[in-house]
C-alpha cells in the first residue's frame, strides 16, 4: 500500500505501523485537511514555519513494527534510517538523514502557478493552489538536503548505493510526517491547511510518453523561489539537488518569499554558459542529454532494468540519483564550472 494512501496520524507524535512482510515503514491514513477558523496572524509566523522545520529534525516519534497483542511502541528519531528494510540488521539504525531545510513562501494567488498548466511546463491537470483549497493565502515549499554520510556513499559509477535508496525510501516517510506535523502546527494559528500530495485527488496524467502529476514539487519549490532546473531536470536550491521536496497550501498569510531570478535555469552551469554536463556523463542509464529528450522514459527504463532486479523485494522509489551526486549542483548553487579534459 502506497504511503499516500494509508497515512494517518493518531496523536502529536503520530504512530506508524507495519504490517508483517510489509516493505515500508507505511503510516495508516493521513487526514486531507486540518480545519480550524482562520485567524489573522501577526508578524513572526514566517519565523516560526522556519523553525519548525528545522526542529523535526530532531523530534522522536513513536514506531510499531508488529501487529502482535501487547506490542510497544519504542522511540526512533525519524531523521535516521532506523527500521527501515534496508536496515533489517540495524546497521544503519544512526545514520542520520538530512541537514536543516531551505524554505520559501509563495502567494497561493501567484499568476506564475496558472503558467504550470501550460502544456510544455507541467499540464493542464495541474492545479493551483485555490483549486486544492479554496481561500488558500500561502503556498510553504521546502528542501531537505541528505547528510554527507547519505550523499558519499552514491558518488561511485554503477549501481546506486544501498544506504542511497535507503535514505530515499525513509526519507518519502520523514518528507510526509512533516507535511501533516505541519499542518498541525499551522492549525494552532488557526489556519486550514491541505497536503496535495496526501489528498485524493492528487494523481499522475500522461502526455504523450511521460506522465507528470497533478501537484509538482519541483514546480512549485520554483515559483516559491526556492530553486531553479538543472539539466537533470531536478531542483537546483541553495542547498543543492540531492534531497526531498514538500509542500504545504494553508490559508495562513505569510509573506512570499520572491524568486531571485529570472530564468528557470537560472542556477544551472549548463544553460548560463556552457560550462558544466557533468550530470550528462553521470547518468548511467544515458536518460540526461543536451537536448533533454525523452529522459523520463530512460531513466524509468534504466531502473527498471538495471536498478530494481538487484535489490528486490526491497521497498524502491524511484531513480538511482547519480546525477545529483558527484556533480557542481550536489551540495548547492555552483559556481562557474570548468570539465577537466
Known amino acids: 500500500m502506497a504511503i499516500r494512501d494509508s497515512f494517518k496520524a493518531v496523536s502529536r507524535r503520530s504512530f506508524f505501523k507495519v504490517a508483517a512482510g510489509a516493505s515500508a515503514v507505511a503510516v495508516v491514513g493521513v487526514p486531507t485537511i486540518v480545519t480550524l477558523e482562520h485567524r489573522s496572524e501577526e508578524n513572526g509566523l514566517e519565523h516560526r514555519v522556519r523553525r519548525f522545520l528545522e526542529d523535526q529534525l530532531t523530534v522522536s516519534t513513536q514506531y510499531i513494527f508488529d501487529q ?14 532506523a527500521h527501515t528494510q534496508f536496515n533489517v540488521d540495524h546497521s544503519l539504525d544512526n545514520i542520520k538523514l538530512f541537514d536543516a531545510p531551505v524554505v ?35 503556498v510553504i515549499s521546502f528542501f531537505y538536503p541528505f547528510t554527507e554520510e547519505v550523499r558519499a556513499t552514491n558518488r561511485q559509477p554503477g549501481l546506486p548505493s544501498r544506504i542511497w535508496l ?3 525510501a525513509a526519507g ?3 518528507v510526509h510526517t512533516t507535511n501533516y506535523e505541519l499542518t498541525r502546527f499551522l492549525a494552532g494559528s488557526g489556519a486550514t491547511s491541505i497536503v496535495p500530495d496526501h489528498d485524493p485527488r492528487y494523481k499522475m496524467a500522461r502526455y504523450g510518453d511521460t506522465t507528470a502529476p497533478n501537484w509538482s514539487e519541483r514546480h512549485i519549490g520554483y515559483v516559491a523561489g526556492l530553486g531553479t532546473f538543472g539539466l537533470h531536470k531536478s531542483l537546483i536550491t541553495a542547498k543543492g539537488s540531492a534531497g526531498r521536496l514538500g509542500s504545504v497550501i494553508t490559508t495562513a498569510e505569510i509573506r512570499p518569499t520572491g524568486r531571485p531570478y529570472k530564468d528557470k535555469n537560472a542556477y544551472c552551469p549548463y544553460f548560463t554558459d556552457g560550462s558544466c554536463d557533468a550530470c550528462v556523463d553521470r547518468c548511467p542509464g544515458h536518460a540526461v542529454n543536451k537536448k533533454g529528450e525523452n529522459q523520463p522514459v530512460k531513466c524509468s527504463k534504466y531502473c527498471k532494468d538495471e536498478v530494481v532486479p538487484t535489490i528486490a523485494p526491497v521497498i524502491y522509489r524511484g531513480g538511482c540519483g547519480k546525477c545529483l551526486n558527484a556533480v557542481p549542483c550536489e551540495i548547492g548553487i555552483p559556481q562557474r564550472h570548468h570539465r577537466q579534459a
Not at 68 to 81: D, E
Not at 112 to 135: A, C, I, Q, S, T
Open 172 to 174: 518519502e516517510t520523514f
Open 104 to 138: 520559501s513562501f509563495a502567494s497561493a494567488t501567484d499568476p506564475f502557478f496558472d503558467e504550470l498548466k501550460k502544456p510544455n511546463v507541467v499540464g493542464p491537470n495541474h492545479l493551483n493552489p485555490r483549486e486544492w483549497l479554496p481561500g488558500a493565502k500561502t
Open 166 to 168: 535507503a535514505a530515499k
Open 68 to 81: 502482535s497483542p501487547g506490542a510497544n511502541p519504542q522511540p526512533y528519531f525519524i531523521n535516521t534510517l
